[in-house]
């Protein structure tokens, strides 16, 4: 089916679905499969409506979207709330950032100690590492 010039962009549609189902549930969040019985979209929409909510509609609304695994999805006006999702999202980060030092760079500068870029990727990444280390206490 052909597009049509003026149609809104289809993140953005799933979004502003997204956004309305849990404004309807505040304070109470919603899980995936409640916000796909609320909102009619698949899983892969709601993800996609998710991300532009986090990208796009959070910022405009300067209330960020959380998530927890008791809650689901949802907009909380408690910044506590907040920054044990930031906290969250930071040792998730720190984890994949640490399987990337240990995984790929140690044992390329094992192999080939001398290497400048090597070097100077993991002379970065270390400082970033102790960085979200800190930020995720």
Do not use: C
């Amino acid at each position: 089916m052909p597009r049509r010039r003026d149609a809104r962009p289809l993140a953005e549609h799933y979004g502003d679905l997204v956004r309305v189902a849990l404004m309807e549930a505040r304070p109470a969040g919603l899980h995936t499969y409640q916000l796909m019985a609320a909102t009619r979209l698949t899983r892969s929409q709601i993800g996609r409506g998710i991300r532009h909510v986090r990208d796009i509609v959070a910022a405009e609304n300067l209330t960020p979207i959380t998530w927890t695994r008791r809650d689901g999805f949802m907009f909380s006006d408690d910044p506590a709330d907040w920054i044990e999702y930031d906290k969250r999202q930071f040792r998730q980060i720190l984890g994949r950032l640490t399987r990337v030092i240990t995984g790929t760079l140690d044992p390329h500068l094992a192999r080939y100690p001398d290497d400048e870029w090597a070097q100077l990727a993991t002379a970065q990444l270390t400082g970033v590492r102790a960085t979200l280390a800190q930020l995720s206490k």
